[in-house]
């Protein structure tokens, strides 16, 4: 439930044209709307890592993307790849970079890691979220964890 709301939630901004650069755990608010039937709805409650998304001639996907313009904090278990391993300011990254921090999360939800390196080893994630092998969420996670941007996807089938 958490990955489908969390995930609509930034396909949503990405069509408003706004950008998460890194999702932390503390920035997820859960409501609970019903305790009996146990529905719950997880929303983003922190702003400051939305970005409004930039027009690019590059090479990523339908141009937008968002500008890194100042330091971030490299400690948090959920950058993705292209933010953890870039030493320069101001650069660019994709939308789909929140896609990996919103699987990094849920993976983290599934079973808590304390170490940053490991998480960026795919043989690593897939032992780790093990427990949930061959369901939809599996499937989805990795298609998020994808190394290349380029061929990250959230899709949930």
Known sequence: LMFLQLGQQLKELTRDKIGILKINIE??????????????????KNSEYFH????QDNDITNNL????????DKKNLFLSPELYHNNNIPFYISTKSSYYSLSLLICYCLQPYDDVTKIYNMDFIKTHIESIKETKLYWAILRCLEEDPNNRYYLYI
């Open 65 to 72: 993307a968002i500008e890194v313009y100042k330091p971030y």
């Open 52 to 55: 409004q998304l930039i027009d």
């Open 27 to 44: 920035d997820i608010i859960v409501v609970h709307m019903d305790k009996e039937q146990y529905k719950s709805k997880f929303i983003f």
